[in-house]
Nanobody, 126 residues
């Protein structure tokens, strides 16, 4: 079992920054890969970023590349998403997810993840 809790969301003006955190408990944190997804109103959940167990491998959706940075601190059982140069189209509920099966980067599809957090709202005003 893995429990995930996101935090750090909020309201920010366009061009601003936020850092999301995902605190994990249960199974050893360094034993699973993780990802960030988001879901805007009326839209499907979409991939944002992913990171391998050690943090050595990462990838991003084209829409956030160069603006967002994913990282993890295995000693603190926490994953982060640093979001800079935020745009109104980044407004969504952001979710972290854990993939217990993949050795390298976890999948791009949300269907490949085993555990999810409850989400944190990010709102970017224009």
């Amino acid at each position: 079992q893995v429990q995930l809790v996101e935090s750090g969301g909020g309201l920010v003006q366009a061009g601003g920054s936020l850092r999301l955190s995902c605190a994990a408990s249960g199974r050893t944190f360094s034993s699973y890969a993780m990802g960030w997804f988001r879901q805007a109103p009326g839209k499907e959940r979409e991939f944002v970023s992913r990171i391998s167990k050690s943090g050595a491998l990462t990838s991003y959706a084209d829409s956030v590349k160069g603006r967002f940075t994913i990282s993890r601190d295995n000693a603190k059982n926490t994953m982060y998403l640093q979001m800079n140069s935020l745009k109104p189209e980044d407004t969504a509920v952001y979710y972290c997810a854990a993939d217990l099966d993949t050795y390298g980067l976890p999948p791009l599809s949300s269907a490949g993840y085993d555990y999810w957090g409850q989400g944190t709202q990010v709102t970017v005003s224009s």
